[in-house]
């Protein structure tokens, strides 16, 4: 089975690789092909952009195509930046100026008071028109200051519940072992395996 990863983020490639890996499936990315066409993000929820782009993909190629859409929700901050993760502090989609404005919003705030979750959906769009969707959490704090290297995004900040690093102190197997992405990916790994 060919299978179409709908988007251009190294890091989210990079985890769906390592989840879908001894599938059997080959999977394809942006640079194999010479145009890849730009699909605006203009759903509400997590749900409805990861749809949208899955959709617009396996209409261009005619191939079975999955899309992540995924995210980070602050309690503190009522949910923010939520839909918005990659493009909160701007639409140059900068994660270090993300980073830097998430800690401003929260300074002074408690460890206690700093609760998240990273959430992800996944939708796989086949090329004979069926769609399957599926969702992934992982709960952890915001850590006051940056702490390793992995990862992308808010790793760097982000402490998942019952650990003393941040999730860019874990290895690639680890974060996927626990992380929203890794959750969700493993439903969708049991959608594949009945369609294989
Ligand atoms: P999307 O490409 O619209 O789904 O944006 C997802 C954004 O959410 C990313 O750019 C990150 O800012 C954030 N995000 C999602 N998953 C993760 C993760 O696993 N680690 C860190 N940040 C993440």
Redesign the pocket.
């Known amino acids: 089975m060919d299978l179409i990863i709908a988007?251009r983020?190294q890091g989210k490639i990079g985890e769906i690789r390592e989840a879908l890996d001894m599938l059997g499936v080959v999977l394809h990315t942006f640079e194999e092909f010479s145009e890849w066409p730009q699909v605006d993000?203009v759903g509400q929820t997590l749900e409805e952009?990861a749809v949208i782009k899955a959709e617009a993909l396996r209409n261009h190629f005619d191939v079975h195509t999955i899309a992540?859409?995924?995210?980070?929700e602050v309690n503190f901050l009522e949910g923010r930046p939520g839909v918005l993760?990659?493009r909160y502090a701007g639409p140059e989609?900068d994660?270090e100026r993300?980073i830097d404005l998430l800690l401003k919003e929260l300074t002074s705030v408690p460890e206690n008071w700093r609760s998240a979750r990273?959430v992800?959906v996944i939708a796989l769009a086949l090329a004979e028109n069926g769609l399957r969707v599926t969702k992934g959490e992982c709960l952890g704090t915001i850590l006051p200051e940056r702490r390793g290297t992995g990862?992308?995004?808010?790793?760097p900040v982000?402490q998942p519940a019952g650990f003393s690093s941040s999730?860019a102190e874990l290895s690639l197997a680890e974060k996927n072992s626990i992380?929203?992405?890794g959750k969700a990916l493993r439903e969708m790994k049991k959608v594949l395996e009945g369609l294989i």
């Open positions: 988007t983020n993000e952009n992540d859409d995924s995210g980070l993760s990659s989609e994660p993300n990273f992800c990862g992308f995004g808010y790793d982000f999730m992380s929203h992405r």
